[in-house]
């Protein structure tokens, strides 16, 4: 099982993530971040995540973090 975590604190909403995740599991979330847009969440109820890192990568403020778990 592989998931990412999200540090809203340092999400800028920049949604770079978003755009890069092949499975579209990143989404706008409801709670506003630092500049007061809508921050992400990551939604995987079917344990689709690659775990590719891409959203760790794209992301400028190192908010994500993905982790692989067997």
Do not use: H, W
Request: net charge positive.
């Amino acid at each position: 099982m592989s998931y990412i975590t999200i540090d809203k604190t340092k999400c800028k909403s920049c949604y770079l993530c978003a755009d890069v995740c092949p499975k579209a599991l990143i989404k706008k979330d409801g709670d506003t971040g630092k500049t007061g847009q809508a921050t992400v969440r990551f939604e995987d109820k079917n344990n689709e995540c690659l775990a590719c890192a891409q959203c760790a990568m794209v992301c400028p403020d190192l908010a994500i973090v993905s982790v692989i778990k067997e």
